[in-house]
């Protein structure tokens, strides 16, 4: 799951992180006190901020190494809900989530192993809150 600037913020077919950033907002824009989100917030996500894929495809093209495919990813899975409560905090929301239940939760984990990439002294740079704020800013300047 990558995110970062200029990334599809359509509201019927954007990614997890962008389609989030524009609820908040919107939410806070009609002063809205919750948001609510399918499922129960459990299953978890790694995301990446594009950059660092950017930055690990330089970094691998320069590097002599024996595997053809090599796993790029943060190592960090976070749940649905704490993914969430981190944009709230971001946005300075005062949001509170509404899980819908009666809705799916999805695959319940995804996370690469990244280990060959480590090996090679990959890892990813730009934090969950930096990332997240960025795409926000960016976010801001497409609407």
């Known amino acids: 799951n990558l995110y970062g600037p200029n990334d599809n913020y359509d509201s019927l077919n954007s990614h997890f992180i962008p389609a989030l950033i524009k609820k908040i907002d919107k939410a806070n ?5 919750q948001i609510t989100l399918w499922g129960t917030g459990k299953p978890k996500r790694e995301i990446m901020y594009v950059d660092d894929l950017a930055e690990a495809c330089l970094f691998f093209l320069k590097k002599k190494k024996t595997k053809n495919v090599i796993n ?5 899975d976070y749940s649905i ?13 005062k949001l509170t989530i509404n ?13 690469l192993n990244s280990n060959e990439a480590k090996k090679h002294g990959w ?17 801001l300047k497409s609407i």
């Open 99 to 111: 899980f819908d239940y009666s809705k799916p939760d999805g695959v319940y984990r995804k996370l």
């Open 123 to 139: 890892k990813s740079k730009i934090t969950l809150h930096k990332g997240i704020k960025k795409t926000f800013n960016s976010y």
């Open 81 to 93: 809900k704490d993914i969430a409560l981190k944009v709230i905090e971001i946005l300075d929301s």
């Open 29 to 33: 824009l009609k002063k809205e006190d």
């Open 72 to 76: 790029v990813g943060t190592g960090i």
